[in-house]
Nanobody
């Protein structure tokens, strides 16, 4: 079955960096636009950034210039490089397909930005 496993989260100080990874099994990501989403308790899950099959990227205004999404189709893996982290970036981060396609959600990875 299709599985998405996110990793790379943790506790980081404001201004720090983290790199998230999402390994996908049971399907090949080269068929999909892939995205990173985040959710805080009590709020909806929001799309942070996505990368199309051709490599074009769209990012939320709140992370433009700080977060970079990338994909390695050979490794069936999606990455999110997060720089200049802010406390408001604190959330559980998930990867999934984008543009109307939904794969089974993984467990996510917690990112906490705090001094």
């Amino acid at each position: 079955q299709v599985q998405l496993v996110e990793s790379g989260g943790g506790l980081v100080q404001p201004g720090g960096s983290l790199r998230l990874s999402c390994v996908v099994s049971g399907t090949t990501i080269n068929k999909y636009a892939m995205g990173w989403y985040r959710q805080v308790p009590g709020k909806q899950r929001d799309l942070v950034a996505y990368i199309a099959t051709g490599g074009s990227i769209n990012s939320a205004d709140s992370v433009k210039g700080r977060f970079t999404i990338s994909r390695d189709n050979a490794k069936n893996t999606v990455y999110l490089q997060m720089n200049s982290l802010k406390p408001e970036d604190t959330a559980v981060y998930y990867c999934n397909a984008a543009r109307g396609v939904v794969l089974p959600w993984g467990q996510g990875t917690q990112v906490t930005v705090s001094a």
